[in-house]
């Protein structure tokens, strides 16, 4: 069902939260802050809030300029399955 959804918009909201808007209408508020803080080779650079803040949408997936992208499929999963999306009104 969700095997061609992809991010359309991204917006900072400040410290680790972006909101995400989805091709299939859904948006929702996720806090990036655990997965910062979990760290890793490619996370590290994101506690750089400035950087962090850098997100945008690069063929339809999160992205950041040092190249770390999240899979836009597994996004939309998880934030649904959390209760974190909800629909755009049309």
Partial sequence: ??????????????GYR??????????????????VAAGGE???????E???ARAFVEMGVLAWPHGLDFDAIALHDEMREAGLLDREAA
């Fill in 1 to 14: 069902m969700n095997d061609l959804v992809k991010v359309a918009t991204v917006r900072h909201l400040g």
């Fill in 18 to 35: 972006l909101l995400v808007a989805f091709s299939d209408g859904s948006r929702g508020i996720r806090d990036f802050a655990d997965v």
């Fill in 42 to 48: 490619m996370i590290a650079p994101l506690r750089d």
């Fill in 50 to 52: 400035a950087l962090f």
